[in-house]
C-alpha cells in the first residue's frame, strides 16, 4: 500500500518517454545532480535501487539516475523543497520540472509541473479534509475523467468528503505518475506501463540539517515553517474562469504538510 511517494524530474519532454528509452547514466551524474539540489548533503553510495522503491524510500536515502537529457530523483527527503522555482533553477539547466506527491496518511496529493524559468504550469493540490486546495493552470488530459466525475459517477467519494473533494486524492496522484512517468504504483499495473522495478536507480546517503528557506534553494526546515506565504501567483484557475488571480495556497499548505510528517 502507497504510504509516501515523492518525485522530481528535470526534463524537457514527459519523462515517461526518456524512461521509455532506457539508457541509465552514470552514478556521477546522478551524485553531481543532486548536489546541486542538496549541496553538501549527499553522502555514501548506496546498493542501486529502482523506481517502485526509490520513490517511497525514507528519509536519509535518496535515489536519482539520469537517462539521457533527463534527471528523475526520489525519496522522502524531497519534501523539504517547498518552493519548486528556485530548486527548477538551481538544476533545471532549460528543462522543465514535474514534480509529483503522495501521503496516504493525510489522504494528500500533488502534482507541479514548472517551466524551465521555475514559473508555474501546472499546480494541483488535494486533501480529503481540505478538498482543492489549489488548482492553477491548463488541467492535463488525464485529469479530465477526475474533474467531469467519470471517475467516480454513482458520487461516493463526494457522499463521504463532501462536493469540495469529489474524487480520490491518493487515485488522482496515482494516476497523474501513470501519466507523466509512465508506471503504476501498487502492483496496479496496465497494458504498456512500464515496470518501475525494472527502471534502475542510484542510491546515496543524505545527511546534515535541511537548509533554510532561501529564494536561491528552495528548501526549507521547520524553523521557517510560520514565515509569510509567497506572493499569489497570478495564474487563473481552471476552476473559476471570473479572470481574477489565482491565490496560491502553496506556500502555506506545504508548510502544514512538513509540520504534519514531524519538520517542525
Known sequence: MVTTVEILAMSADLPRLALVAGGLGTAEQSRSELSLLFPGRIGADLPPGDMRSGCASPIGRIYAGTFGEMTVICGQ???????????VRAIGKGRLAYRIQLNSVLDAAALDISDSTGALVREVMLTNDEGVVFDAGPRLEFERPFW??????????????????????????????RALFGFGLVGDNRPGDLDPAEIAVYGFEIGG???VLRPSSGVADGSD???????PIPVESPGDRSGAPAESAH???WRRLWRSLGGG
Do not use: C
Open 225 to 231: 515553517i510560520d514565515a509569510p506565504p509567497a506572493a
Open 251 to 253: 506556500d502555506s499548505w
Open 209 to 211: 540539517a535541511p537548509t
Open 77 to 87: 527527503d524531497l519534501i523539504e523543497i517547498v518552493d519548486l522555482g528556485p530548486a
Open 148 to 177: 467531469s466525475g467519470d471517475r467516480d459517477p454513482a458520487g461516493l467519494h463526494a457522499a463521504t468528503f463532501g462536493a469540495e473533494m469529489p474524487f480520490s486524492p491518493m487515485d488522482f496522484g496515482q494516476e497523474s505518475v
